[in-house]
Nanobody, 122 residues
């Protein structure tokens, strides 16, 4: 079992930046990938980005490419999501998840954090 705790969300103006953090504890090493998803009210939880345990491989949703960067610090068991050039459409609850594959599918992630709210004002 692994526990995931997100932080770093908040209110930011359009064009601004935020960095989300996700601290993993427990048996985090059994998971091959850590990812970020987001969910807006009334919408599905959508894939944002994922990174392999080694950090050598990453994938991004089209909406995140060129603006968001996922990274990890295994010494701290922490994964980050640097978000730049934010737009109001990025407003959502952002969730960290641990999975067994470098995947963009929710079904491939078995452990989830509680989420952190990101609000981008226009």
């Amino acid at each position: 079992q692994v526990q995931l705790v997100e932080s770093g969300g908040g209110l930011v103006q359009a064009g601004g930046s935020l960095r989300l953090s996700c601290a993993a504890s427990g048996r985090a090493s059994i998971f091959r990938a850590l990812g970020w998803f987001r969910q807006s009210p009334g919408k599905d939880r959508d894939f944002v980005a994922v990174i392999s345990w080694s950090g050598s491989s990453t994938r991004y949703a089209d909406s995140a490419k060129g603006r968001f960067t996922i990274s990890r610090d295994n010494a701290k068991n922490t994964v980050y999501l640097q978000m730049n050039s934010l737009v109001p459409e990025d407003t959502a609850v952002y969730y960290c998840a641990a999975g067994r594959a470098l995947s963009s599918l929710r079904a491939d992630f078995g452990s989830w954090g509680q989420g952190t709210q990101v609000t981008v004002s226009s």
